[in-house]
Protein backbone atom coordinates (compact mmCIF):
# COMPACT_ATOMS: atom_id res chain seq x y z
CA UNK A 1 0.00 0.00 0.00
CA UNK A 2 1.38 3.34 -1.12
CA UNK A 3 2.08 6.13 1.30
CA UNK A 4 -0.71 8.49 -0.28
CA UNK A 5 -3.30 5.34 0.72
CA UNK A 6 -2.45 5.40 4.32
CA UNK A 7 -3.61 8.63 5.07
CA UNK A 8 -0.12 10.60 4.74
CA UNK A 9 -0.03 13.06 7.01
CA UNK A 10 0.47 16.45 5.07
CA UNK A 11 -0.25 19.38 7.26
CA UNK A 12 -0.56 21.74 3.86
CA UNK A 13 -2.29 18.54 1.58
CA UNK A 14 -5.66 20.88 1.47
CA UNK A 15 -7.67 20.34 -1.64
CA UNK A 16 -5.93 16.88 -2.02
CA UNK A 17 -2.92 18.82 -3.23
CA UNK A 18 -0.42 15.76 -2.45
CA UNK A 19 -2.73 13.53 -4.66
CA UNK A 20 -3.04 16.32 -7.10
CA UNK A 21 0.61 15.97 -7.38
CA UNK A 22 0.97 12.04 -8.10
CA UNK A 23 -1.60 12.21 -10.34
CA UNK A 24 -2.03 15.62 -12.12
CA UNK A 25 -5.55 16.47 -13.64
CA UNK A 26 -6.00 16.55 -17.76
CA UNK A 27 -5.08 20.11 -18.71
CA UNK A 28 -8.48 22.65 -19.87
CA UNK A 29 -9.04 25.56 -21.68
CA UNK A 30 -10.56 28.62 -20.46
CA UNK A 31 -13.22 27.32 -22.42
CA UNK A 32 -13.85 24.39 -20.71
CA UNK A 33 -14.65 26.08 -17.57
CA UNK A 34 -17.65 28.43 -19.14
CA UNK A 35 -20.71 25.78 -18.85
CA UNK A 36 -19.78 25.15 -14.93
CA UNK A 37 -18.83 28.70 -14.06
CA UNK A 38 -21.69 29.47 -15.88
CA UNK A 39 -24.91 27.68 -14.18
CA UNK A 40 -22.99 28.16 -11.06
CA UNK A 41 -23.96 31.79 -11.38
CA UNK A 42 -26.67 31.55 -12.43
CA UNK A 43 -27.58 29.94 -9.48
CA UNK A 44 -26.13 31.66 -7.18
CA UNK A 45 -27.79 35.21 -8.45
CA UNK A 46 -30.82 33.37 -8.15
CA UNK A 47 -30.42 32.40 -4.68
CA UNK A 48 -29.06 35.90 -3.38
CA UNK A 49 -32.49 37.56 -5.56
CA UNK A 50 -34.39 34.71 -3.05
CA UNK A 51 -32.37 35.53 0.16
CA UNK A 52 -33.02 39.66 -0.73
CA UNK A 53 -36.77 39.25 -1.40
CA UNK A 54 -38.00 36.52 1.26
CA UNK A 55 -35.38 37.52 4.07
CA UNK A 56 -33.83 33.81 3.98
CA UNK A 57 -30.25 33.02 4.73
CA UNK A 58 -28.41 33.26 1.14
CA UNK A 59 -26.11 30.50 2.48
CA UNK A 60 -29.63 28.21 2.49
CA UNK A 61 -30.74 29.13 -0.59
CA UNK A 62 -27.91 28.75 -2.31
CA UNK A 63 -27.42 24.94 -0.89
CA UNK A 64 -31.04 24.38 -1.70
CA UNK A 65 -30.57 25.74 -5.70
CA UNK A 66 -27.77 23.91 -5.41
CA UNK A 67 -29.18 20.56 -5.15
CA UNK A 68 -32.04 21.26 -6.92
CA UNK A 69 -29.89 21.51 -10.05
CA UNK A 70 -27.32 18.70 -8.93
CA UNK A 71 -28.49 16.58 -11.91
CA UNK A 72 -26.54 19.23 -14.06
CA UNK A 73 -23.20 17.86 -12.53
CA UNK A 74 -24.21 14.42 -14.66
CA UNK A 75 -22.60 16.50 -17.60
CA UNK A 76 -19.14 16.32 -17.84
CA UNK A 77 -18.86 19.36 -19.63
CA UNK A 78 -19.86 21.31 -16.50
CA UNK A 79 -17.03 19.78 -14.19
CA UNK A 80 -13.92 21.82 -14.83
CA UNK A 81 -16.29 25.10 -13.98
CA UNK A 82 -17.95 23.30 -11.19
CA UNK A 83 -14.23 22.25 -9.48
CA UNK A 84 -12.75 25.84 -9.89
CA UNK A 85 -16.14 27.50 -7.94
CA UNK A 86 -15.86 24.51 -5.19
CA UNK A 87 -12.13 25.19 -4.59
CA UNK A 88 -10.37 28.20 -6.32
CA UNK A 89 -13.19 30.59 -5.41
CA UNK A 90 -13.30 29.11 -2.17
CA UNK A 91 -9.73 29.62 -1.59
CA UNK A 92 -9.66 33.51 -2.48
CA UNK A 93 -12.92 34.04 -0.34
CA UNK A 94 -10.88 32.92 2.60
CA UNK A 95 -7.95 35.38 1.36
CA UNK A 96 -10.61 38.18 1.38
CA UNK A 97 -12.27 37.90 4.74
CA UNK A 98 -9.07 38.44 5.94
CA UNK A 99 -9.92 42.52 5.09
CA UNK A 100 -12.20 42.04 8.18
CA UNK A 101 -10.06 41.36 10.89
CA UNK A 102 -7.19 43.31 12.39
CA UNK A 103 -5.11 43.01 15.42
CA UNK A 104 -7.44 46.14 17.47
CA UNK A 105 -10.06 43.96 17.19
CA UNK A 106 -8.97 41.15 19.14
CA UNK A 107 -7.10 43.63 21.67
CA UNK A 108 -10.40 44.97 21.82
CA UNK A 109 -12.04 42.01 22.97
CA UNK A 110 -9.92 41.76 26.16
CA UNK A 111 -7.73 39.14 27.45
CA UNK A 112 -10.47 37.30 29.83
CA UNK A 113 -13.08 36.64 26.69
CA UNK A 114 -10.41 36.21 24.09
CA UNK A 115 -9.51 33.19 26.38
CA UNK A 116 -12.84 31.81 26.68
CA UNK A 117 -13.14 32.19 23.00
CA UNK A 118 -10.67 29.61 22.16
CA UNK A 119 -11.62 27.57 25.31
CA UNK A 120 -15.14 27.37 24.10
CA UNK A 121 -13.98 26.67 20.50
CA UNK A 122 -11.67 23.73 21.29
CA UNK A 123 -14.22 22.16 23.45
CA UNK A 124 -16.64 22.12 21.29
CA UNK A 125 -14.79 20.34 18.50
CA UNK A 126 -13.97 17.92 21.21
CA UNK A 127 -17.03 16.76 23.18
CA UNK A 128 -18.50 17.03 19.63
CA UNK A 129 -15.90 14.19 18.12
CA UNK A 130 -15.86 12.58 21.52
CA UNK A 131 -19.74 12.16 21.19
CA UNK A 132 -19.90 10.96 18.08
CA UNK A 133 -19.44 7.20 18.72
CA UNK A 134 -22.62 7.59 20.67
CA UNK A 135 -24.27 8.05 17.56
CA UNK A 136 -22.53 5.85 15.96
CA UNK A 137 -20.82 8.59 13.65
CA UNK A 138 -17.54 8.76 12.51
CA UNK A 139 -15.21 10.91 14.09
CA UNK A 140 -14.03 13.08 10.99
CA UNK A 141 -17.90 13.59 10.22
CA UNK A 142 -18.08 14.83 13.38
CA UNK A 143 -14.71 17.07 13.29
CA UNK A 144 -16.28 18.75 10.59
CA UNK A 145 -19.50 19.09 12.17
CA UNK A 146 -17.57 20.43 15.24
CA UNK A 147 -14.96 22.87 13.66
CA UNK A 148 -17.53 24.97 11.40
CA UNK A 149 -19.92 25.02 14.49
CA UNK A 150 -16.98 26.59 16.45
CA UNK A 151 -15.42 28.86 14.18
CA UNK A 152 -17.87 30.41 11.00
CA UNK A 153 -20.52 28.04 10.03
CA UNK A 154 -20.38 27.06 6.36
CA UNK A 155 -17.55 28.86 5.26
CA UNK A 156 -15.38 27.04 8.07
CA UNK A 157 -16.87 23.50 6.93
CA UNK A 158 -16.21 24.03 3.42
CA UNK A 159 -12.10 24.74 4.32
CA UNK A 160 -11.95 21.89 6.83
CA UNK A 161 -13.84 19.66 4.42
CA UNK A 162 -11.03 20.57 1.43
CA UNK A 163 -8.18 19.59 4.52
CA UNK A 164 -10.19 16.51 5.45
CA UNK A 165 -10.99 15.69 2.11
CA UNK A 166 -13.47 13.14 0.15
CA UNK A 167 -11.59 9.96 0.36
CA UNK A 168 -12.52 10.50 4.69
CA UNK A 169 -16.22 12.26 4.24
CA UNK A 170 -18.33 11.82 0.93
CA UNK A 171 -20.32 14.20 -0.81
CA UNK A 172 -23.08 13.80 0.24
CA UNK A 173 -22.66 13.79 4.05
CA UNK A 174 -20.57 16.85 3.39
CA UNK A 175 -23.97 18.41 1.94
CA UNK A 176 -25.63 17.58 4.88
CA UNK A 177 -23.39 18.82 6.95
CA UNK A 178 -23.98 22.58 4.93
CA UNK A 179 -27.97 21.80 5.42
CA UNK A 180 -27.59 21.20 8.90
CA UNK A 181 -25.15 23.96 9.80
CA UNK A 182 -26.57 26.31 8.13
CA UNK A 183 -30.37 25.21 9.73
CA UNK A 184 -28.90 25.56 12.79
CA UNK A 185 -27.86 29.10 12.34
CA UNK A 186 -30.93 30.49 11.06
CA UNK A 187 -33.01 28.66 14.12
CA UNK A 188 -30.05 30.16 16.31
CA UNK A 189 -30.46 33.81 15.19
CA UNK A 190 -33.91 33.57 16.06
CA UNK A 191 -33.73 32.30 18.67
CA UNK A 192 -30.81 33.28 21.45
CA UNK A 193 -31.59 37.05 21.26
CA UNK A 194 -34.90 36.06 22.78
CA UNK A 195 -33.51 33.89 25.28
CA UNK A 196 -30.85 36.35 26.39
CA UNK A 197 -33.27 38.71 26.77
CA UNK A 198 -35.62 36.11 28.91
CA UNK A 199 -32.05 35.24 31.29
CA UNK A 200 -31.76 38.81 31.84
CA UNK A 201 -28.35 39.38 30.27
CA UNK A 202 -27.11 42.56 29.79
CA UNK A 203 -26.07 44.15 26.56
CA UNK A 204 -22.17 42.86 26.99
CA UNK A 205 -23.37 39.41 27.74
CA UNK A 206 -25.86 39.14 25.27
CA UNK A 207 -23.45 40.31 22.61
CA UNK A 208 -21.06 37.83 24.10
CA UNK A 209 -23.32 34.99 23.78
CA UNK A 210 -24.51 35.93 20.55
CA UNK A 211 -21.30 36.32 18.64
CA UNK A 212 -19.65 33.06 20.16
CA UNK A 213 -22.18 30.82 19.43
CA UNK A 214 -24.15 31.55 16.20
CA UNK A 215 -22.60 30.07 13.21
CA UNK A 216 -22.97 32.39 10.84
CA UNK A 217 -20.92 35.76 10.19
CA UNK A 218 -24.09 37.87 9.07
CA UNK A 219 -26.43 35.97 11.44
CA UNK A 220 -24.14 36.34 14.20
CA UNK A 221 -23.88 40.00 13.80
CA UNK A 222 -27.72 40.00 12.51
CA UNK A 223 -28.75 38.60 15.83
CA UNK A 224 -26.74 41.02 17.68
CA UNK A 225 -28.14 44.41 16.62
CA UNK A 226 -31.61 42.81 16.92
CA UNK A 227 -31.19 42.52 20.93
CA UNK A 228 -29.20 45.90 20.91
CA UNK A 229 -27.11 48.77 19.23
CA UNK A 230 -23.96 48.16 22.03
CA UNK A 231 -25.12 43.96 21.90
CA UNK A 232 -24.64 43.61 17.84
CA UNK A 233 -21.06 45.75 18.40
CA UNK A 234 -19.73 43.43 21.07
CA UNK A 235 -21.01 40.36 18.44
CA UNK A 236 -19.51 41.65 15.72
CA UNK A 237 -15.88 42.07 17.49
CA UNK A 238 -16.72 38.24 19.13
CA UNK A 239 -17.31 37.07 15.82
CA UNK A 240 -14.62 38.62 13.73
CA UNK A 241 -12.13 37.39 16.49
CA UNK A 242 -13.96 33.65 15.98
CA UNK A 243 -13.45 34.11 12.03
CA UNK A 244 -9.57 35.52 12.71
CA UNK A 245 -9.03 31.63 14.51
CA UNK A 246 -9.80 29.99 11.30
CA UNK A 247 -6.16 29.64 10.67
CA UNK A 248 -4.96 28.64 13.68
CA UNK A 249 -7.89 25.49 13.90
CA UNK A 250 -6.63 24.46 10.37
CA UNK A 251 -3.27 23.73 11.10
CA UNK A 252 -4.48 21.92 14.82
CA UNK A 253 -6.95 19.90 12.20
CA UNK A 254 -4.19 19.31 9.62
CA UNK A 255 -1.88 17.97 12.64
CA UNK A 256 -4.04 15.62 13.91
CA UNK A 257 -5.39 14.19 10.91
CA UNK A 258 -1.71 13.74 10.33
CA UNK A 259 -0.94 11.91 13.54
CA UNK A 260 -4.18 9.67 13.16
CA UNK A 261 -4.51 8.69 9.83
CA UNK A 262 -1.26 6.35 9.66
CA UNK A 263 -0.30 3.15 10.95
CA UNK A 264 1.59 4.14 14.04
CA UNK A 265 4.50 4.47 12.30
CA UNK A 266 6.69 7.86 12.78
CA UNK A 267 6.15 10.35 9.73
CA UNK A 268 7.63 13.64 9.43
CA UNK A 269 4.51 16.62 9.16
CA UNK A 270 5.49 19.11 7.27
CA UNK A 271 4.05 22.30 8.76
CA UNK A 272 4.00 24.39 5.64
CA UNK A 273 0.74 26.46 5.04
CA UNK A 274 -1.32 26.74 1.96
CA UNK A 275 -0.66 29.88 0.06
CA UNK A 276 -4.88 31.03 0.90
CA UNK A 277 -4.19 30.79 4.69
CA UNK A 278 -1.04 32.72 4.34
CA UNK A 279 -2.81 35.50 2.09
CA UNK A 280 -5.91 35.58 4.71
CA UNK A 281 -3.58 36.17 7.65
CA UNK A 282 -1.15 38.54 5.37
CA UNK A 283 -4.50 40.68 4.71
CA UNK A 284 -5.13 40.52 8.13
CA UNK A 285 -1.89 41.83 9.00
CA UNK A 286 -1.82 44.55 6.67
CA UNK A 287 -4.99 45.83 7.69
CA UNK A 288 -3.55 46.23 11.50
CA UNK A 289 -0.84 48.04 10.35
CA UNK A 290 -1.82 50.18 7.80
CA UNK A 291 -5.89 50.77 7.85
CA UNK A 292 -7.38 49.15 4.57
CA UNK A 293 -10.19 52.38 3.75
CA UNK A 294 -13.17 51.45 4.32
CA UNK A 295 -14.63 51.40 0.82
CA UNK A 296 -11.81 48.88 0.04
CA UNK A 297 -13.17 46.67 3.04
CA UNK A 298 -16.26 46.70 2.13
CA UNK A 299 -15.70 45.57 -1.84
CA UNK A 300 -13.66 42.68 -0.02
CA UNK A 301 -15.89 41.66 2.22
CA UNK A 302 -18.49 41.66 -0.54
CA UNK A 303 -16.48 39.51 -2.97
CA UNK A 304 -15.51 37.11 -0.22
CA UNK A 305 -19.29 36.46 0.52
CA UNK A 306 -20.44 36.46 -3.51
CA UNK A 307 -16.91 34.09 -3.76
CA UNK A 308 -18.00 31.57 -0.64
CA UNK A 309 -22.00 31.34 -1.87
CA UNK A 310 -20.29 30.46 -5.98
CA UNK A 311 -18.40 27.94 -3.57
CA UNK A 312 -21.46 26.22 -1.34
CA UNK A 313 -23.62 26.59 -4.59
CA UNK A 314 -21.15 24.56 -6.74
CA UNK A 315 -20.72 21.78 -3.92
CA UNK A 316 -24.26 21.47 -3.42
CA UNK A 317 -24.11 20.73 -7.30
CA UNK A 318 -21.70 18.23 -7.41
CA UNK A 319 -23.68 16.13 -4.54
CA UNK A 320 -25.68 13.11 -5.08
CA UNK A 321 -29.10 13.28 -3.97
CA UNK A 322 -29.50 9.87 -3.85
CA UNK A 323 -26.76 9.30 -1.52
CA UNK A 324 -28.31 11.98 0.89
CA UNK A 325 -31.22 9.89 0.95
CA UNK A 326 -29.23 7.26 2.78
CA UNK A 327 -28.26 9.78 5.54
CA UNK A 328 -29.80 8.66 8.78
CA UNK A 329 -31.11 11.18 11.27
CA UNK A 330 -27.58 10.43 13.08
CA UNK A 331 -25.88 12.58 10.62
CA UNK A 332 -27.45 15.48 12.18
CA UNK A 333 -26.27 14.12 15.82
CA UNK A 334 -23.15 16.23 15.38
CA UNK A 335 -24.21 19.33 14.75
CA UNK A 336 -26.70 19.02 16.95
CA UNK A 337 -24.17 18.19 19.95
CA UNK A 338 -22.12 20.99 18.59
CA UNK A 339 -24.63 23.80 18.64
CA UNK A 340 -25.56 22.95 21.98
CA UNK A 341 -22.26 22.86 23.53
CA UNK A 342 -21.44 26.26 22.08
CA UNK A 343 -24.78 27.52 23.18
CA UNK A 344 -24.25 26.03 27.09
CA UNK A 345 -20.58 27.31 26.92
CA UNK A 346 -20.84 30.65 25.11
CA UNK A 347 -23.82 31.04 27.78
CA UNK A 348 -21.39 29.80 30.91
CA UNK A 349 -18.86 32.41 29.91
CA UNK A 350 -21.30 35.49 29.23
CA UNK A 351 -22.23 35.07 32.62
CA UNK A 352 -18.38 35.26 33.73
CA UNK A 353 -18.24 38.88 32.10
Known amino acids: MKLSE ?29 PGILVTTIAALAAAWLADHYAAPIVLMG ?8 FLSQDKRTHAGLDLMSQTALRIGIVLVGARITAEQLAELGPLPFALLVLIMLAVIVVTVA ?15 GGATAICGASAALALYSLIGDKRIDQAR ?32 AGFLI ?26 IVKLTRVALLAPMLMLVALWLGHSGGTGAK ?3 PLRLPWFIIGFLGL ?30 ATAMKARLHLLLDQGWRSFAPIIVATLTGFLLSLAAALLL
Open 6 to 34: QGWPMAADLYGEMQLEANPPARHRWRDYL
Open 63 to 70: LLIGLALS
Open 131 to 145: AAPLFRQDKQAALLA
Open 174 to 205: FTLTLVGITVASALAMTLYPVLAAQLGLTDAQ
Open 211 to 236: GASVHDVAQAIGGGFSFSQPAGEVAT
Open 267 to 269: TRI
Open 284 to 313: AAINSLVAIPRPAQDAAATAAQALLLLAIV
